[in-house]
């Protein structure tokens, strides 16, 4: 019998067409662990710790768990300022809270980005103030996970240009190992049981769909489109080895881990007979979607040359447009400035026709004051002469 969701009841709906399909899966997988240990400790409502429950979708602060827990009481912890109810801010490893504050406590996927020399600081602070137990989910090193992450790190690297900063933590603190973890909570003389949850090949798959998609189609629609389908239709196959991660329950009450062992049991699938079936069933067709990525991306990148070029084409236009109506402005000045150059030449032709005119008339009144002036001094001379000869 596989997991199912239950999406008639308050939160689930909207979680699993909204949620991405790793947090929904482990959260749902937590919501059935505690509900078998509300049955076997027989309280209608328990006290939940959650630490590192703080989560921003599209930007909005969120506390997942309330969508999954909605009929209890429900205390998350995480280092980040924020002021929902129900949440408060603090640090895992010092919880400021007393021994037994609530009936249980869990987290998830946030061991693995605390520092490993802190770790079992933190693991100790969770069990001192849960009452009956402690659920924990996270991702653990195998060589299937180690290689998935290496593989997805690089692969957004290559795609969008960007580091993944959860996986960026997961290597430089180092993913924890789940052995180490179940002998450090048998020296504690717990009693715990493992689950796994996401099967690590449709993870990967998933989580290379996605990210893809980032580069294709930018935004929450196209994200939410994909987990959607993911949870409707793979969610329920997802809980069999090799697995990205792993639930652990540790019990402080007897008779929780055999609750929940329970109601989980009968969901988990067999481990593949052919592992490279889980490759050849889940990554190939991944790979394709890839690869068609990559072509729609080439094609893409081709048209936006191609705009790129008709937009340098359409400045030149403009600017062969703005010279042609210079180049005519300049004519009709030349135009305008041989017009006044022949009009000025008609001027000094005609001012020259006259200054010739003139200096004609000047000539002749000249010779006709020589003449005159010469007929009156002949007759003063012959005057003179006819005097003195008297």
Known sequence: MTAQAKLDEP?????????????????????????????????????????GGYYERDGVPTLPIMSFLPADQITVLDIVACDLPGYVQGDGTALHFNDSSFDLVVSLDTLEHIPAERRARFWDELLRVARHGVLLLAPFATPEVEAAETLLFAFIQTMLH?????????RVYGLPVLGDWLRFLGQRGLVTQTYPTGFVHGWLGMMLIKH???????????????????????????R????????????????????????????????????????????????????????????????????????????????????????????????????????????????TERAAWLDQQASTLR????????????????????????
């Not at 580069?215 to 939410?224: F, H, K």
Request: with cysteine; aromatic share 6%; proline share 4%.
């Open 367 to 390: 010779h006709q004051l020589a003449a005159v002036q010469q007929g009156r001094l002949m007759r003063l001379l012959n005057a003179l002469a006819r005097r003195n000869a008297q």
């Open 240 to 351: 069999r080895q090799p697995a990205y991660r792993y639930l652990i329950v540790a019990e402080k009450t007897p008779g929780l881990v055999a609750a929940v062992d329970r109601a989980l049991r009968p969901t988990l699938l067999p481990d593949l007979d052919d592992p490279a079936g889980g490759w050849q069933h889940v990554l190939v067709p991944t790979l394709l979607a890839v690869l068609q990525g990559q072509l729609t991306t080439l094609d893409t990148h081709h048209q936006q040359q191609i705009a790129h070029y008709q937009q340098q084409i359409s400045a030149l236009e403009r600017v062969l447009a703005d010279q042609q109506i210079l180049i005519n402005h300049l004519h009709q000045e030349v135009a305008a400035a041989h017009a006044r150059a022949e009009q000025q030449a008609a001027a000094l032709r005609d001012l």
């Open 162 to 170: 960007a580091e993944h900063q959860q996986l960026k933590e997961h």
């Open 11 to 51: 939160g689930i709906a909207q979680a699993f067409a909204e949620m991405p399909f790793d947090q929904f899966g482990r959260y749902h997988m937590l919501r059935e662990a505690v509900d078998a240990c509300r049955v076997a400790l027989g309280v209608a409502r328990l006290s939940v710790l959650d630490v």
């Open 212 to 238: 893809l998609w980032l580069r294709i189609a930018p935004g929450a629609e196209a994200q939410r489109l994909i987990d959607g389908y993911y949870n409707r239709f793979c969610f329920p196959t997802e």
